[in-house]
């Protein structure tokens, strides 16, 4: 029998395929080489959008059926694509419309194309799973709410909810489709992209305009109102709250606007399409910066004991992620104190100025603790792992307050008029880009003029917090010395 040249081809690409396979090692969880999270993120390709459509049925203990479509160029020859995906059960996936093999192994979701992808080629990976709310409650990734769900994928749960490639020096654009009962209501990053009725259950469609960080995605399902405002230049503005809250809460968001007013004095225009807080009915522990959409626990709000300038310091301090951590993310998880470093400074500044809260005590406060959170959880830049089983226990005092004190001492090094230029060309160099301590530094020392590297060795490295620029009096608790070379 002689096959034709068509059918011939076909078998030897199958006999290579077949060949390929069988040479290739087992899979196995990848990294980009994060330091504190090393198999997070996945080395090979570039995200550029994600397209996700959960479908949720009304029980906030139940799996919600979910379609992750994720757009991609690769960036090498991959013979396997490895995502970040946990908890969930992944039903096919596809590479460009044809079936592929997959396996999951560790946190990894590890896909096996019938041929190897060559670099530079695009990539539309579609896969069928769960999204599953039940499990990792404390760990990240979906919340449970009095009345549904809510997301918090800080630092590294976005891939319990879908799989990704879960480490923000790899933002992307999202659109979210959230299939609902109709009494409930749907709200995502972004902007409203439209919504289809049906007989029993609505389809909200969002879609962000900016790239965005895999950690910074929020999807709320509840019986939630959406409040809409405007805010400076007529941004359009949206809260989103229980409906049993609506009244009582208003004294809280009406403050917003004038917030973002504060915060585009001090560092320019907010750097995004849209903006609003997200009341949740539920315990977590912290406030979260999701972009465009803030997420707050209730209890901050209703609480009697708080008072009122500090529940609108913590609302600047989520706001103030919206320029440091969003617009501006980490180019690896050691580069965190840019992030709250930079929100708490903004925090303590906004309290100072409306509430005659002096941040001169405050930083004098952290410089004497200074010392004690560097050797608890290692120097600003050069922090120490999260404990095992415990990826919150990173956010440690030292990327707070410890942090802001960094900032304190570069203003009072640098003076005022450099340090507010600094901060304002940063946030123009790296808008919707990942950046590092090291762009940091070399952008402080073009912007002051100054050889800053000394200064920036002790502040940002070295186990003793070093004397702080025109205080020389202030004393820091003195448990041991050393350094941590960058």
Same mark, same amino acid.
């Given at each position: 029998?002689?096959?034709?040249? /068509? *059918? ?12 390929i ?25 570039d ?6 459509h ?6 906030n203990?139940?799996p ?9 160029? &690769?960036?090498?020859?991959?013979? =396997? ?22 396996v ?23 896969? =069928?799973h769960?999204?599953?709310p ?6 990240g ?28 020096a ?10 609902? #009962?109709?009494?409930?209501?749907? %709200? ?10 049906g ?21 709320? *399902? ?6 809409? /405002?405007?805010g400076?230049?007529?941004? #359009?503005? =949206? ?20 917030q ?6 001090? %560092?320019?225009?907010?750097? +995004? ?16 910066e ?13 609480? #009697?004991?708080?008072?009122?300038w ?20 980490p ?18 500044? +906004?309290?100072?100025?409306k509430?005659?809260?002096p *941040? ?7 410089? =004497?603790? &200074? ?9 600003p ?9 415990e990826? *919150? ?5 030292v %990327?707070?307050?410890?942090?802001a ?11 005022r ?14 808008a ?13 020392? /073009? ?30 608790d ?9």
């Amino acid at each position: 029998m002689l096959l034709s040249p /068509r *059918i011939r081809a076909a078998l030897l690409a199958a006999a290579s395929a077949t060949l390929i396979a069988a040479t290739l090692p087992s899979p196995a969880p990848l990294g980009i080489g994060d330091p504190l999270f090393p198999h997070l993120g996945n080395p090979g390709y570039d995200v550029a959008a994600y397209d996700i459509h959960f479908t949720y049925r009304g029980d906030n203990s139940k799996p919600l059926d979910t379609v992750t479509k994720i757009d991609a160029r &690769s960036t090498a020859r991959l013979e =396997r694509i490895n995502l970040d995906f946990a908890r969930g059960k992944v039903r096919s996936v596809s590479l460009n419309g044809t079936p592929a093999e997959f396996v999951s192994t560790g946190e990894d979701l590890v896909v096996t194309p019938k041929k190897a992808v060559a670099p530079g080629s695009r990539m539309r990976l579609t896969v =069928r799973h769960t999204s599953d709310p039940a499990t990792g409650q404390h760990e990240g990734g979906w919340v449970r709410t009095g009345d549904g769900l809510a997301m918090a994928n800080q630092a590294d749960a976005a891939h319990r909810v879908f799989p990704c490639n879960d480490h923000p020096a790899d933002k992307a654009r999202f659109t979210f489709r959230v299939t609902a #009962p109709k009494h409930l209501t749907a %709200v995502a990053n972004g902007l409203p992209a439209g919504h289809m009725r049906g007989a029993r259950d609505t389809t909200w469609t969002y879609r962000t305009t900016h790239p965005m960080a895999t950690e910074l995605a929020q999807v709320s *399902i509840g019986k939630s109102t959406v409040v809409p /405002r405007k805010g400076p230049h007529g941004l #359009p503005m =949206r809260d989103v709250v229980p409906v049993k809250d609506r009244v009582t809460l208003e004294r809280w968001l009406r403050k917003t606007p004038g917030q973002l007013a504060w915060m585009e004095k001090k %560092v320019g225009r907010y750097p +995004f399409e849209a903006y609003g807080l997200l009341v949740a009915d539920a315990e977590t522990g912290f406030e979260l910066e999701t972009q465009t959409l803030s997420l707050f626990e209730r209890s901050l709000f209703t609480r #009697p004991e708080f008072p009122e300038w500090y529940v609108e310091s913590i609302m600047v301090h989520e706001l103030a992620h919206q320029w440091f951590g969003n617009s501006v993310s980490p180019r690896t998880w050691s580069d965190l104190w840019l992030n709250e470093g930079h929100a708490t400074w903004y925090e303590a500044l +906004f309290a100072q100025e409306k509430a005659d809260q002096p *941040i001169e005590l405050r930083m004098m406060d952290a410089y =004497r603790e &200074s010392d004690n959170w560097r050797a608890a959880g290692g120097p600003p830049a050069a922090p120490k792992a999260p404990a095992p089983g415990e990826k *919150i226990s990173l956010f440690r005092p030292v %990327v707070y307050d410890g942090s802001a004190l960094v900032l304190y001492a570069l203003r009072q090094e640098i003076g005022r008029s450099a340090f507010d230029r600094l901060e304002r060309e940063w946030l123009r160099t790296y808008a919707d880009k990942a950046a590092s301590t090291a762009d940091f530094t070399r952008l402080a020392e /073009r912007v002051s003029g100054r050889d800053l590297d000394r200064f920036f060795q002790g502040w940002l490295y070295d186990l003793k917090t070093p004397r702080m620029p025109g205080h020389p009096q202030w004393r820091s608790d003195e448990p041991r010395t050393g350094t941590l070379g960058r």
